[in-house]
């Protein structure tokens, strides 16, 4: 996939939900609502833009997955 045709696809979408990636900071930079998966050892040193889009989970390492926290951001997206 190049970058045009990522930013394409990206450009017409209502939501995201994945891993922290380039199609998450595309979606990003388009203000595009979403949720993302940051697989973080200390999560306490990870800085959050306040004005993002996308809303991060922790998802630490050997801690279960936070698969609540995931639901309940999922559930305040407008577009679903």
Same mark, same amino acid.
């Given at each position: @996939? @190049? ?5 394409? *696809? *990206?450009? &017409?979408? !209502? $939501? ?8 998450? =900071?595309?979606?990003? $930079?388009? &203000?595009?609502?979403? *949720?993302?998966?940051?697989? @973080?050892? =200390?999560? $306490?040193?990870?800085?959050? &833009?306040?004005? !993002?889009?996308?809303?991060?989970? =922790? $998802? ?6 936070? @698969? ?10 407008? *577009?679903?």
């Amino acid at each position: @996939t @190049t970058m045009k045709q990522m930013f394409s *696809v *990206v450009s &017409n979408c !209502s $939501a995201f939900l994945g891993l922290d990636s380039g199609p998450m =900071h595309c979606c990003q $930079a388009f &203000n595009i609502p979403g *949720v993302a998966i940051f697989n @973080t050892l =200390h999560p $306490a040193k990870f800085l959050i &833009n306040p004005i !993002s889009s996308i809303v991060p989970i =922790h $998802a630490t390492l050997g801690d279960p997955f936070p @698969t609540d926290d995931l639901l309940n951001e999922l559930e305040k997206l407008p *577009v679903l």
